[in-house]
């Protein structure tokens, strides 16, 4: 890592803590912004370390139904991108976590990339995680990022190849998004071995932190990932309790899932 990385830091401090890091995941303006904004400070408030905060796209490729729903919930209610920005600004103002955007590349480009990036910095906003820009392609992307001074997620999947593992360690700053198994978001029963073998192969590719996402929905899964990874990321767990029960129900299942980060006994 090239540059200070917030992510980075708040992941380097639950480490020095003995644990690791609980990454939370929510869409903007699901089931309506200031449900959104509550909800995510109650994940801050609760034990979740870094908040995503997702944008509602019309055509997702990997998300799983619980976020598809969420997400056209959010753009039937009217989200426009301008509102992830008030929402980051609006969850600093009351929470000292980092709040990462996790959006697909399209709405970047028709934003514009270095407008895109310095209001995210404007808002105070983390970084920004890109489930379907490749590292080789993101030179816009690296160039703004540095400018804003912004941390930038890139994602590596068991199919990567080690060179591919590589650059993704090396560009990617605050972490490597490590995706624990093939296909969508959701929770299951059992994390896929996989994501332990992928973990090492970025280990051994870079020096960034891993930190492991989809499927994680139990303080085990939670205490598992971290057994060997930097960091667990809970996505459609917490949206399932956020739509089943209020930002009270999204609060508890945190608490719950933070838990996870304590050895058992």
């Known amino acids: 890592m090239t540059a200070i990385s917030t992510v980075a830091s708040a ?18 303006g699901f089931p309506d912004f200031q449900t959104s904004v509550d909800a995510a400070v109650a994940l801050a408030e609760n034990g979740v370390d870094i908040i995503e905060l997702g944008l509602p796209y019309s055509d997702p490729v990997m998300d799983g139904a619980a976020i598809q729903a969420a997400t056209q919930v959010a753009l039937a209610g009217g989200f426009r991108l301008s509102h992830a920005f008030d929402a980051v600004a609006a ?3 009351r929470v000292d976590v980092p ?29 920004l995680i890109t489930p379907d820009l490749i ?21 590596a999947a068991p199919s990567s190849s080690d060179e591919r593992l590589v650059t993704a ?19 299951r029963g059992e994390m896929d071995s996989a994501a ?29 990932v971290l057994s060997y990874a930097d960091g667990a990321i809970v996505g459609s767990a917490l949206v399932s309790a956020l739509a089943s029960g209020g930002v009270e ?16 006994n």
Request: one cysteine or more.
């Open 91 to 93: 969850i600093r103002a």
């Open 11 to 28: 992941i380097a401090a639950q480490k020095a803590a003995g644990t690791g890091a609980l990454i939370g995941y929510l869409p903007v």
């Open 196 to 224: 332990r073998e992928l973990t090492a192969r970025l280990r051994r590719a870079g020096d960034n932190f891993a930190c492991v996402g989809l499927g994680i929905s139990t303080p085990e899964h939670v205490r598992d």
């Open 135 to 155: 590292p080789d392609e993101a030179a816009d992307w690296l160039a703004a990022s540095d400018n804003a001074g912004l941390d930038r997620v890139f994602l």
């Open 99 to 127: 709040v990462l955007l996790m959006t697909y590349w399209n709405p970047v480009i028709q934003y514009g990339v270095e407008r895109f990036a310095r209001d995210l910095a404007a808002a105070g906003g983390a970084g």
């Open 249 to 264: 129900a999204v609060a508890q299942k945190a608490a719950e899932l933070a838990t996870g980060k304590t050895p058992s």
């Open 169 to 187: 360690s090396t560009l990617s700053r605050g972490f490597v998004y490590t995706v624990s198994t093939m296909g969508i978001t959701g929770a």
